[in-house]
């Protein structure tokens, strides 16, 4: 199994910047992806980003050049950096990992509001 568990949201005007940062423990070694969703209020879950083995990233439309996903395989964490805020970036944000197994992060808030 493998679990993960979210950090780093809050409350932030639009323009800010905010860290998310997703800690994995378990049976990791098999994890070929890992990604970062969000749900907003009435909304579906949507894909945000991606990273797989090596490093190639990828993501939504809506965060092309305001949010950068990494991964640092010592400290078994997943981060996403979100510059550039705006109000409809408010959702919930999820960890996800994808390999021999499936998993989600609780997930933690993430609001941009003045």
């Known amino acids: 199994q493998v679990q993960l568990v979210e950090s780093g949201g809050g409350l932030v005007q639009p323009g800010g910047s905010l860290r998310l940062s997703c800690a994995a423990s378990g049976s990791i070694s098999s994890i070929y992806v890992m990604a970062w969703y969000r749900q907003a209020p009435g909304k579906q879950r949507e894909l945000v980003a991606t990273?797989?083995?090596?490093?190639?990233?990828d993501y939504a439309d809506s965060v092309k050049g305001r949010f950068t996903i990494s991964r640092d395989y010592v400290k078994k964490t997943v981060d996403l950096q979100m510059n550039s805020l705006k109000p409809e970036d408010t959702a919930v944000y999820y960890c996800y990992a994808r390999g021999g197994i499936t998993a989600w992060g609780q997930g933690t808030q993430v609001t941009v509001s003045s």
């Open positions: 990273i797989i083995v090596g490093g190639a990233t």
